[in-house]
T-cell receptor, first 113, second 114 residues
Framework: GDSVTQMEGPVTLSEEAFLTINCTYT??????LFWYVQYPGEGLQLLLK?????DKGSNKGFEATYRKETTSFHLEKGSVQVSDSAVYFC????????????FGSGTKLNVKP | DGGITQSPKYLFRKEGQNVTLSCEQN?????MYWYRQDPGQGLRLIYY???????QKGDIAEGYSVSREKKESFPLTVTSAQKNPTAFYLC?????????????FGEGSRLTVL
C-alpha cells in the first residue's frame, strides 16, 4: 500500500544553517506530493506541493523536487530562521487509492539563535 | 474569511462518556477528513467523506462515529468504546480533483479523558 517515510527528528540547527529533511514514498499510481508545517498547538498548513515528476515546489525559501526515480521529495532551505521551528510532515495523495492523503510521521525542527 | 472551524479547542471527558467534536467549513469543499495525532507521532486517518451522506472508515475507525448530513459539517463522536481517546484531533477538507488539491486543516481539538 501507499506510505511515506520521513527522517526522524528532532533536527536541531543554528540560525542560517542549511536544512534538509528527507522524505521517500511508496505509491500505487502517480501521486501528488506535499510538505505541511505544524506550529505548536495549531493545525497543519500547506508549505509546498508538486504534482508530477521533476516538478519543484517552493514557498518561503523552502524547496522540494519530485524525484520519481528515487521516489523522494526531500525538503530543503538554504538558511533557516528561528521562526522556522515547527514540525514538518511529508504527505502524498494517490487517486488510485480512494483519494486518501498519506502522511509521514513528522520531523520536528528546532532552530537556535 | 473562508476556513475550517473546530470546536471545542479543549475538551475534558470522564471515562464512559461519549463526546462530539464539531467541524464546520465554508470553503465549499466536497471532501472532509478526521485525523488523530498523538504526541510525537504523525496523523492517522479516522474517517473521511467525499460527498454528503457518504463516508468511509479510515485506518483507526474503531470507537468513533461520524455523520455527513450537510456539505459544510462533519462532526466526530468519540464513543466510550474508544479505549484510548486522549489525543489531538484534526479536521480537514479538500477539493477532490485529479491533483489531489490541498488539505485545509482546522486548528484542532484536544481531548483529555480524566
Amino acid at each position: 500500500g501507499d506510505s511515506v517515510t520521513q527522517m526522524e527528528g528532532p533536527v536541531t540547527l543554528s540560525e542560517e544553517a542549511f536544512l534538509t529533511i528527507n522524505c521517500t514514498y511508496t505509491a500505487t499510481g502517480y501521486p501528488s506530493l506535499f510538505w505541511y508545517v505544524q506550529y505548536p498547538g495549531e493545525g497543519l498548513q500547506l508549505l509546498l506541493k508538486a504534482t508530477k515528476a521533476d516538478d519543484k515546489g517552493s514557498n518561503k525559501g523552502f524547496e522540494a523536487t519530485y524525484r520519481k526515480e528515487t521516489t523522494s521529495f526531500h525538503l530543503e532551505k538554504g538558511s533557516v530562521q528561528v521562526s522556522d521551528s515547527a514540525v514538518y510532515f511529508c504527505a502524498l495523495w494517490d487517486a488510485y487509492n480512494f483519494n486518501k492523503f498519506y502522511f509521514g510521521s513528522g520531523t520536528k525542527l528546532n532552530v537556535k539563535p | 474569511d473562508g476556513g475550517i472551524t473546530q470546536s471545542p479547542k479543549y475538551l475534558f471527558r470522564k471515562e464512559g462518556q461519549n463526546v462530539t467534536l464539531s467541524c464546520e467549513q465554508n470553503l465549499n469543499h466536497d471532501a472532509m477528513y478526521w485525523y488523530r495525532q498523538d504526541p510525537g507521532q504523525g496523523l492517522r486517518l479516522i474517517y473521511y467523506s467525499q460527498i454528503v451522506n457518504d463516508f468511509q472508515k479510515g485506518d483507526i475507525a474503531e470507537g468513533y462515529s461520524v455523520s455527513r448530513e450537510k456539505k459544510e459539517s462533519f462532526p466526530l463522536t468519540v464513543t466510550s468504546a474508544q479505549k484510548n481517546p486522549t489525543a489531538f484531533y484534526l479536521c480537514a477538507s479538500s477539493i477532490v480533483d485529479r491533483d489531489g488539491g490541498e488539505l485545509f486543516f482546522g486548528e484542532g481539538s484536544r481531548l483529555t479523558v480524566l
